[in-house]
């Protein structure tokens, strides 16, 4: 998408109304998490508005975070016991906390967000770096295949369809860049709104492989947060990785 700045995908609109339609899987997630690490430190990778950091830290874990977006972040301190959230504003690939962490997480889809194959590299090494000896790093996407209806490479979806308005994505995926180019449109009495975002999708085992370059190797793969076994219906994965 021509002039597209992934820094402006999660500003001050976004963050308004991030949290107005939970995603749902937050009670889950958090409980995965906390019994999956050996100590209870943790650092999430694009903490965002502190969806699973807040509740996170609530099972009595201390949880810091890595975020780009300042207005994401505002949102995240404007919260009860947000402040207590210790976050460093920058990219999370490169991003350095001076500490280790049992846990590195980095959840729904976004290290999809990092647009270059060396930057998503460079993520997985940021993890590896943050990690104490016997602590693992869990990222959770969708399978890129399931986000490309009956394989065509661009499609529109209505989200919502209303009596005085509809939303709806316009997307096209790009083979070569591996880059899936969305906006999101909303269509109402005051007015047309569009929220671009681009996203790089990978693989399982792009991941994988990017692992393997920073240190680590997978550990386990479930297809969701409740441990079912990741199969070829899968349309989802959370895997954890440990070094190696
Ligand atoms: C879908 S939200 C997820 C937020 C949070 N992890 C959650 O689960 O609700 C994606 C977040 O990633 C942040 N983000 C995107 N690229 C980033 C980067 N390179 N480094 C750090 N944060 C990034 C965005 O600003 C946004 O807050």
């Known amino acids: 998408m021509q002039g597209f700045n992934p820094a402006s995908s999660f500003g001050a609109t976004v963050a308004a109304h991030?949290?107005?339609?939970?995603?749902?899987?937050?009670?889950?997630?958090?409980?995965f998490l906390q019994a999956?690490?050996?100590t209870p430190s943790a650092l999430e990778f694009a903490i965002g508005t502190g969806r699973i950091a807040l509740p996170l830290a609530a099972t009595g874990m201390q949880v810091d975070g890595i975020e780009?977006?300042?207005?994401?972040?505002?949102?995240?301190?404007?919260?009860?016991?947000?402040?207590?959230?210790?976050?460093?504003?920058?990219?999370?690939?490169?991003?350095?906390?001076?500490?280790?962490?049992?846990?590195?997480?980095?959840?729904?889809?976004?290290i999809f967000n990092l647009l270059t194959v060396d930057g998503q590299i460079e993520c997985f090494a940021n993890a590896a770096r943050h990690l104490s000896d016997d602590g693992v790093f869990v990222v959770e996407t969708a399978l890129p295949h399931t986000w490309m209806p009956s394989g065509k490479s661009d499609y529109v979806h209505a989200e919502q369809v209303n009596i005085d308005s509809v939303m709806f994505d316009v997307a096209r995926y790009d083979p070569v860049t591996q880059h899936l180019s969305e906006n999101h449109v909303r269509i109402s009495a005051s007015g047309i709104s569009m929220?671009?975002?681009?996203?790089?999708?990978?693989?399982?085992?792009?991941?994988?492989?990017?692992?393997?370059?920073?240190?680590?190797?997978?550990i386990h793969r479930f297809a969701n947060w409740q441990k079912t076994p990741f199969d070829a219906q899968s349309t989802a994965h959370v895997s954890v990785y440990g070094h190696q």
């Open 68 to 110: 780009l977006s300042h207005d994401m972040i505002a949102r995240l301190h404007a919260k009860p016991a947000g402040a207590n959230i210790h976050v460093v504003q920058g990219d999370m690939s490169t991003v350095q906390m001076g500490q280790r962490y049992g846990l590195v997480y980095l959840v729904f889809n976004t």
């Open 18 to 31: 991030y949290d107005d339609t939970p995603r749902g899987d937050e009670g889950a997630a958090v409980q």
């Open 195 to 218: 929220q671009p975002i681009v996203c790089r999708l990978i693989t399982p085992g792009e991941m994988d492989l990017m692992a393997r370059m920073a240190g680590l190797k997978l």
């Open 36 to 38: 999956i690490a050996l």
